[in-house]
């Protein structure tokens, strides 16, 4: 037997080699479906409440007014639901090869997030506080608080990236939209 042979006879009875990964999911016509579904409910409960914004004066016909952009992204949203729900009936499930498993810490940092939300909203929501005689806004505060918090939680450790940037952004936003465009914050 030649050598050419024996190398083609081994490479049908061995395994394939291992690559240290685990498989990659498979395709899941279930988990698309789910998700066009979750999508298109969500933006028709968008689209739904954005209907419902009270307007202080209408516009006139043609004007924007405050419920447009959220008119607007909500109806965009529902159509592009409708599409998914369309692409995830009509054909077959997409390969998720390109899909990473979940690495270790992921659902713990999901949850962490989640957590460190909700008291940055709750936080936001008491506007002001008024401490030591002076009023105090709460949202420049929280929201350099749960930046630097966030990317600690992804793993920054450096001082620009836990201190520097977090009250950059804060600045600029709170100046942008508190300050120079008046939105309350």
Do not use: H, N
Not at 30 to 57: C, H, K, M, N, V
Not at 61 to 84: C, H, K, M, N, Y
Not at 164 to 174: N, Q, S
């Amino acid at each position: 037997m030649s050598p050419a042979q024996r190398d083609a006879d081994a490479s049908l009875t061995t395994d394939p080699p291992v690559t240290g990964e685990a498989d990659p999911p498979r395709p899941s016509k279930a988990l698309e479906l789910a998700f066009a579904g979750a999508l298109l409910a969500f933006f028709a409960g968008y689209l739904a409440l954005a209907t419902q914004i009270d307007l202080r004066s209408e516009a006139s016909s043609g004007a924007i007014d405050a419920r447009t952009w959220p008119v607007v992204l909500g109806a965009t949203g529902v159509a592009v639901g409708v599409v998914q729900l369309v692409v995830a009936l009509t054909r077959p499930a997409p390969a998720r090869a390109d899909l990473a498993s979940i690495s270790r810490g992921g659902p713990v940092r999901v949850i962490a997030t989640v957590c460190v939300t909700a008291v940055f909203i709750a936080l936001w929501s008491l506007g002001s506080v008024i401490a030591f005689g002076y009023r105090i806004e709460v949202f420049p505060i929280a929201t350099a608080v749960y930046m630097a918090a966030l990317m600690l939680l992804f793993g920054q450790r450096r001082i620009v990236g836990l201190v520097v940037y977090p009250i950059a952004l804060t600045a600029f936003v709170y100046v942008v939209f508190g300050l120079a465009l008046r939105i309350p914050l």
